[in-house]
């Protein structure tokens, strides 16, 4: 059968291919009959001549092809979303936190490549941060190998247009952190593979993971302006003081929403494997802390709740009190008697361990197990370690624990404890999942209404006449609790290493189901300064920052100041009044 027969109901092109052969070979088959040899050799060139034409032919068409339209294809691979697609997080306010965004992974095939040394150049100076062993490996691997991932479309471009065969692109997921180091512990990060590994990230990662085909945000419970200002303040007290570490959350008492929250130092989610691994330390869940005289909160709420004692109790603060070996006095040389309310705004330890032991040691753990500080916080979060407690809760345990020693809790289960003694005394677990205005959810009672407001109250004097002055801001009713606990070192208390922190709450007047919000500040192992006098306790060092974050979120959570209540001037107080809380 004739080679035209076999085309036969091909395309046009392949019929009149077929047709060009035929006749070529016809000639060659008149060229022998007529004995003429030098037609037969042109015949022959020519036919060579054609065959390189269409081949070179064939070649520019498919090379055009591919540089047009090759990134056709990775469109479409990229349209639907892939295994490792993550929703969107944004704050309550839907400013972006963390998305996905097209980038590529760059591919080489050694077989391909024509010139090895004009490739390691090109390839060198267009990923200047690229390993050259790397380079190199996938250069002499013999086989198509990944080379490097994560190439935003501007660098992949880049690349392309450098026409270097053996080199192909083919898109990724890639999670993008936009606002770098901000909230970084809250918002957490991901893997290559789209797997949360930390903070929001994992605490929702079957959500981002479902979310992603609907092109669905997870929002959080913070908000962008309060964790900017939470986040200013404390760095900068952090810094000013030198201090090991640091801490601030706010939030809503009625619903346990998280609004902001920092751990000093930070890192950027964007390049976790480069952070030190003391910046990756959430302090917020994962470090647990003896908290010194922030848990006289705890211990005085227990007192009056109980029964056991009311404002007008009194206790004799003259002598120190000792108990087996421990020897508890205070910092102030007082005398005499002290009411609870003056042991509270003078951060007495002799009043409150006087006052615990005379509730006792039942009473004592039964209410600090309701106010959550016997186990992890409750929250999405992994990030939540459990305490260090006393072996047995014998006098001398008590005793340490009612002004914040002898325990060890993290700042997240601080924020839940203190949330039940100030919005009306309902335990309520925290969140990172915003709520609606007003929303009031439900929760365990651990205190009255009216215990509740006691401490609002006593919480309220101490900043107006005690160890809080410097956290006041005008107009805003600002309440709170000093703490200066001294750290183990060396199996003894050191004198001079301290976590000094302030616990503190906004506005204090009003009914307890008006809105309210907690502040923390703590400094791990600050050092005094010139502008602290030398001292590095919770009145100093925490306080002044607490303030600041007050005086800056307030109008962001509708707080209203108001000019005719009494405020704290810092310079009627002594120093020595807010130096020594837990000493």
Known sequence: MSLSHHAFGASPGLRWLAARVWGLEHAFERARAKARPEDDTRIRIFFVLALFAAGFVSLGVGATRAALFSHLGAADAYAAASGGARADLVDRNGAMLAADLLHYGLYVDPREIWDTGETRRALHAALPGLELKRLEKALRAGRRTFLIGGLTPTVRDRIHDLGLPGLTFEPEEHRVYPLGTTASHLIGFSDSGGAGLAGAEYAFDDALRAGAAGHEAQALSIDLRVQGALEDEVIRAAQAFQAKGAVGIVTNVHTGEILGMVSYPNFDPNQPGKAAPEALLNRVGTQVYEMGSIFKVFTVAMGLDSGSVNLASTFDVTTPVRIGGQVIHDYHGARGSMSVSDVFIHSSNIGTTKLALQAGGPNLTRYFKRFGLFGPAPIEMQESARPILPRQWNDNAVASASFGQAISVTPLAVAAGMGAVLNGGVYLPLSLKPM???ARPDGTRVISETTSQSMLQLMRLNVVHGTGG???????????????????????????TLVSSFAAVFPTDGPAEADRYFVLVLMDEPKGNAQSFGFATGGWVAAPAAGRVIDRIAPFLGVARRADLPTADPKDLAP???SGDDH
Do not use: I, N
Request: glycine letters at 22%; charged letters at 20%; a positive charge.
């Open 576 to 578: 020595a009044l807010m």
């Open 470 to 496: 410097k956290a006041d801001a005008p107009g805003l009713r600002v309440g709170g609790k000093t703490g200066s606990a001294q750290k183990v070192v060396g199996g003894r208390y050191a004198q001079t």
């Open 436 to 438: 609606k205005p007003g």
